[in-house]
């Protein structure tokens, strides 16, 4: 099976959908361990495709690397371009081209419940194992949050986020 080339029009939508998953990150910050990145990515890659979409994961941790020269860097630029990227792949394994809410918040809520255990593994390369665990323990509360509101988000955001990317694409 041949890829299809990127135009520009791709590129064009990668860029604006990485942009404004970027601003809506910066709005959310505020609240902790609340984002719509993960619905924002896996809406994208469903109706774009995988390619498009571990592009525009790219793109959206770039930009926020970018970002990074204000707040600083750390280990967690590592963990954003193995996350990001990591789910748009699960996002075609799991839900393919199916544009089910149920399964898009089960797949998210995992994700986000999940979403430190890539960093448990590179604190571990980096500080050692009671450093990695003691992060993943503390981080409970923050990961059950984390998950919780990503199933939320999708199970109300995630249909109409494929709609409207839909008529975008046509």
Known sequence: MKCK???LLDAALI?????MTFAVKIVL?????????????????VVMGLKRGVLCALVFTTLT?????YYGAGDWIALY???????????RIFLGKKQNEFRAAAL???FGLLFDIP???????????VYALTYLVSGI??????????????????????????????
């Open 108 to 110: 998210l809520g995992l």
């Open 141 to 170: 509360a923050f990961d059950l949050m984390h998950g919780a509101a990503n199933f939320v988000s999708a199970l109300f955001l995630y249909q109409p986020c494929i709609t409207a990317l839909d008529k975008v694409r046509k």
């Open 29 to 45: 910050a505020p609240i902790a361990n609340v984002e719509l990145v993960s619905l924002l990515l896996c809406t994208f890659t």
């Open 5 to 7: 080339k990127l135009g």
């Open 65 to 69: 690397v970018f970002e990074s020269s």
């Open 15 to 19: 860029g604006l959908w990485a942009a």
């Open 81 to 91: 371009y193995i996350n990001w990227p990591l789910l748009t792949v699960l996002t």
């Open 119 to 129: 960093s448990a593994g590179i604190k571990w390369l980096l500080f050692g194992p």
